[in-house]
């Protein structure tokens, strides 16, 4: 009787142990088919953009970079005005979540003011980078989705499922 239940232990243990390899090898096959799938911009859903508008001319050539970057000089003022204002809003939101005692319409109209202060901030954010695309060529637009849609660290390296990899 101990041989038989050794053996159905042994055949739990077996199928267990496929089950959990299988899930694994799942996970990474369909992670795998979604980097590979859609690679053109405009069906890759790309990765979020980054806090700034200076990823805009991180790849170009680096005359471009400092005659790109005067002209993002000019605008990051009023961008700046406005990110901080949206920084202020998270601080106020977050000190009275915790504050005792608890306020519930002072954290709503906290959380009204962080809402109106991220839409501005994105309103003039997509307005800058908007004109700055304006003023780049359409090889430099490509550099700056490819510099979205990369893979992995955001080095300057070969966007993923170009001829050329990393090693």
């Not at 243990?13 to 590979?36: C, T």
């Not at 005005?81 to 002072?106: C, G, H, V, W, Y």
């Not at 989705?145 to 993923?160: A, T």
Request: a positive charge; glycine letters at 6%.
């Amino acid at each position: 009787m101990t041989k038989m239940n050794g053996r159905r232990g042994l055949a739990a243990a077996l199928i267990i142990s496929i089950a959990v390899n299988l899930f694994f090898i799942g996970g990474i096959a369909f992670r795998f088919y979604l980097m590979h799938s859609s690679m053109n911009a405009e069906t890759n859903a790309g990765r979020p953009l980054p806090p700034n508008i200076s990823w805009l001319i991180r790849d170009l050539a680096p005359e471009r970079q400092e005659e790109m970057r005067a002209k993002l000089r000019e605008r990051g003022m009023e961008g700046r005005a406005a990110r901080i204002r949206m920084f202020k809003a998270q601080r106020e939101s977050n000190r009275l979540m915790t504050a005792d005692p608890f306020d519930a319409e002072a954290l709503a109209a906290a959380f009204t003011a962080l809402r109106d202060a991220a839409n501005e901030y994105q309103r003039l954010s997509h307005l800058q980078t908007a004109e700055i695309l304006n003023e780049l060529s359409v090889d430099e637009r490509r550099k700056a989705v490819e510099f979205i849609n990369r893979r992995g660290p955001r080095d300057g390296g070969p966007p993923l499922g170009s001829e050329v990899t990393r090693r």
